[in-house]
T-cell receptor, first 116, second 114 residues
Framework: EAGVVQSPRYKIIEKKQPVAFWCNPI?????LYWYLQNLGQGPELLIR????????DSQLPKDRFSAERLKGVDSTLKIQPAELGDSAVYLC??????????????FGPGTRLTVT | AQSVTQLGSHVSVSEGALVLLRCNYS??????LFWYVQYPNQGLQLLLK??????LVKGINGFEAEFKKSETSFHLTKPSAHMSDAAEYFC????????????FGSGTQLTVLP
């Protein structure tokens, strides 16, 4: 079974430029997450989708960040315009509902963004 | 709100020695708890999880963790460290009501010395 796929793996852009990240979750996982991971820190949730609906986007900086999940499968996270402080790893994860209401999240390899 | 604290951002052990990575959680009710490992330039991989079954949880690669409600702890251990265990380890918590929402600690970098 293929894992969570993300592309690109690395991206270097100049500040004020736009950038987009793509994620393909594990087949059958209806919950998809985007996380931001700064160097030396744990991941922080940006947005969570249940199928096509963004059910938790409270931590997404909506002035410059946007996300979509068309057809409830693949997802794209966009930053426009990028700032120096956006340099980080962007992780995508998907999850499956297990017995007794617990979830298990599977993470992709991440996209490392460098803004110069 | 749920939170976890990982004591020690860097831990070094000798190969063959005991590994102990500490995690304390903050919650008014026993939450779900997880340990993830992250190797360089890779995503996070689930090592083990506690979801209110047995308090001693065994995971992959010989790791285990014990849920102690009285100490609000979920420390990760491995009896004998291997060079391949060198990585960053994250403790995470979610409440049972919204088990999809994970809150991560700041991580512990494990170095294994030959």
């Amino acid at each position: 079974e293929a894992g969570v796929v993300q592309s690109p793996r690395y991206k270097i852009i100049e500040k004020k430029q736009p950038v987009a990240f793509w994620c393909n979750p594990i087949s059958g996982h209806n919950t998809l997450y985007w996380y931001l991971q700064n160097l030396g820190q744990g991941p922080e949730l940006l947005i969570r989708y249940e199928n096509e609906e963004a059910v938790d986007d409270s931590q997404l900086p909506k002035d410059r960040f946007s996300a979509e999940r068309l057809k409830g499968v693949d997802s794209t996270l966009k930053i426009q315009p990028a700032e120096l402080g956006d340099s980080a790893v962007y992780l995508c994860a998907s999850s499956l509902l297990l017995a007794r209401g617990s979830y298990e999240q599977y993470f992709g390899p991440g996209t490392r963004l460098t803004v110069t | 709100a749920q939170s976890v604290t990982q004591l020690g951002s860097h831990v070094s052990v000798s190969e063959g020695a005991l590994v102990l990575l500490r995690c304390n959680y903050s919650s008014s009710v026993p939450p779900y708890l997880f340990w993830y490992v992250q190797y360089p330039n890779q995503g996070l991989q689930l090592l083990l999880k506690y979801t209110s079954a047995a308090t001693l949880v065994k995971g992959i690669n010989g790791f285990e963790a014990e849920f102690k409600k009285s100490e609000t702890s979920f420390h990760l251990t491995k009896p004998s460290a291997h060079m391949s265990d060198a990585a960053e380890y994250f403790c995470a918590v979610s409440d049972r009501g919204s088990a999809r929402q994970l809150t991560f600690g700041s991580g512990t970098q494990l170095t294994v010395l030959p």
